[in-house]
């Protein structure tokens, strides 16, 4: 089972903004940088955040993170019918000495 | 451009033995880390095992230690990962991943995927 928990889904309406959560402990994400993967329909995963709030050259500026102890958000602003993927967050956990991911996340562009 | 391109899966018996390849190309590759992180089919991403950038340190999930060995060969900028013992559950899709930094347990995150190779176990 995944040590990081995030909602099975989330949707909005194109334009609209979805923000979606990854719980963890004070193993994971409260003592180590999240990133977040962005897994297209039939495609390899992508990274989208690194280092809890950094966006890799080519991400668009729409794509965003924070982190607030335990837990951190990724938003997606002005979504897009091609934003519609599952999401991941990762990280490092110190207990288990292994990269983790989140459930993922199913976005959904109404 | 980076470019990691795994090969070797496959269709195999439970209990037999599979080894997966990852060719890289576009960067250093002896400067890197580099992962093994699966996903089965229809479910989440697990990550599997993870080597430095000269294999002096080497790091595996619980589910997969002692079954799996991942090894590197930088002269053939090339990752492989070694599958004994394998299990119905050790079905699925495997993807080769760079780390951001030399040591596998540093950087906590993958900046570029390949597009996996499917290994299915199954008598």
């Known amino acids: 089972q995944s040590v990081l928990t995030q909602p099975p889904s989330v949707s909005a309406a194109p334009g609209q903004k979805v923000t979606i959560s990854c719980s963890g402990s004070s193993s994971n994400i409260g003592n180590n940088y999240v990133s977040w993967y962005q897994q297209l329909p039939g495609t390899a995963p992508k990274l989208l955040i690194y280092?809890?709030?950094k966006r890799p050259s080519g991400i668009p500026d729409r794509f965003s993170g924070s982190k607030s102890g335990t837990s951190a958000t990724l938003g997606i602003t002005g979504l897009q019918t091609g934003d519609e993927a599952d999401y991941y967050c990762?990280?490092?956990?110190?207990?288990?000495?292994?990269?983790?991911f989140g459930t993922g996340t199913k976005v959904t562009v109404l | 451009e980076v470019q990691l391109v795994e090969s070797g899966g496959g269709l195999v018996q439970p209990g037999r033995s599979l080894r997966l390849s990852c060719a890289a190309s576009?960067?250093?590759?002896?400067?890197?880390?580099m992962h093994w992180v699966r996903q089965a089919p229809g479910k989440g991403l697990e990550w599997v095992s993870g080597?430095?950038?000269?294999?002096?340190?080497?790091g595996y999930a619980d589910s997969v230690k002692g079954r799996f060995t991942i090894s590197r060969d930088n002269a053939k900028n090339s990752l492989y990962l070694q599958m004994n013992s394998l299990r119905a559950e050790d079905t699925a899709l495997y993807y080769c991943?760079?780390?951001?930094?030399?040591?596998?347990?540093?950087?906590?995150?993958?900046?570029?995927w390949g597009q996996g190779t499917l290994v299915t176990v199954s008598s």
């Open positions: 080597i430095s950038w000269n294999s002096g340190s080497i």
């Open positions: 991943a760079k780390g951001p930094a030399r040591l596998w347990f540093r950087g906590g995150y993958f900046d570029y």
């Open positions: 990762g990280t490092w956990d110190s207990s288990l000495s292994a990269m983790v």
């Open positions: 280092e809890n709030n």
């Open positions: 576009g960067f250093t590759f002896d400067d890197y880390a």
